[in-house]
């Protein structure tokens, strides 16, 4: 295969690929010409010092932020053009297709588990409540909270209420997930279920963008890292590239003092 066809190939199997991305707010630029693409079933893990950018990233992913210029491209030719002016259907049609796990969970408080992870199926994808009840109901079991169903949020500890906020993601079945360091608000002790729950998404196929602070998940879990400082790529490359034999001066500061 030549280095085009191999491209070309690449390029077919990205679920999403982000190009030229900048993002000022005010006089801060942000983001600085971001490139990166994920194929399916892959995951891409960010990392890099607090205000790097990678939160502002993953929001233009998904169209929460609007930046400045960049093309970020998916499947069945949807293709924004945030130079010009981007078409509204396109960037609903990539909010439809990502679903987003924040650092804080964004339940409802005065509604129910239950009510809070069928709301998105029923009210934006007119699913029927029995169906995704159903489906919810299956979710919540897999990651062991089929009994918190009918609890309101304020009785879940904090990696409860995480796992259930990656439930709501599951139930609007997105082709890609996006998580912004969900577990860097938890106590030490909830980190563990919840970096499990993501691991077994990973191993099932899933395809994420994570943005996250725990390295030995980074490390375990990823297929490639992007480690960001300023608004740029510093450097990438697979989990032992970068942990083990990182290139940049950047990198290997970064990695001492989180080490
Ligand atoms: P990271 O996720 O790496 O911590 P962020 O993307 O959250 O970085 O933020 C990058 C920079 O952008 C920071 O300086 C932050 O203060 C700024 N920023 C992020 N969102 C906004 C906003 N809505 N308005 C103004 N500045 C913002």
């Known amino acids: 295969m030549s280095p085009t066809d191999s491209a070309r190939q690449a390029d077919a199997d990205a679920l999403l690929t982000v190009t030229g991305l900048h993002k000022a707010f005010g006089a801060n630029e942000v983001l600085r010409g971001i490139d990166l693409s994920v194929r399916r079933g892959e995951v891409l893990v960010l990392i ?3 205000g790097s950018g990678k939160t502002t990233v993953l929001r233009s992913i998904n ?6 210029a960049g093309i970020v491209t998916a499947p069945d030719g949807i293709r924004i053009d945030y130079s010009a002016k981007p078409a509204k259907k396109d960037i609903l049609a990539m909010r439809d297709r990502t679903a987003m796990v924040f650092q804080h969970n964004n339940l409802f408080p005065h509604m129910t588990v239950l009510e809070n992870i069928i709301e998105g199926p029923v009210q934006v994808k ?10 919810a109901v299956a979710l919540l079991d897999r990651v062991g909270l089929a009994e918190k169903r009918d609890v309101y949020p304020f009785q879940l500890s904090g990696g409860q209420a995480q796992r259930v906020g990656i439930v709501r993601a599951l139930a609007l079945k997105p082709q890609l ?4 360091e969900p577990t860097s608000a938890l106590d030490p002790e909830l980190v563990g279920e919840v970096l499990a729950v993501m691991k077994e998404l990973a191993d ?15 490390r375990g879990v990823a297929d490639e890292i992007l480690f960001m400082d300023g608004g740029v790529i510093v450097e990438r490359g697979t989990p032992k590239e970068i942990f083990t034999a990182p290139k940049q001066e950047r990198t290997k500061q970064f990695l001492h003092r989180i080490l």
């Open 177 to 180: 997930l996006l998580f912004d």
């Open 126 to 135: 007119g699913v029927s409540k029995a169906v995704a009840t159903a489906e």
């Open 204 to 218: 099932e196929g899933w395809t994420m963008v994570v943005v996250t602070h725990e390295i030995s998940f980074a």
């Open 48 to 50: 890099g010092p607090s």
């Open 63 to 68: 169209g929460l932020e609007i930046p400045d």
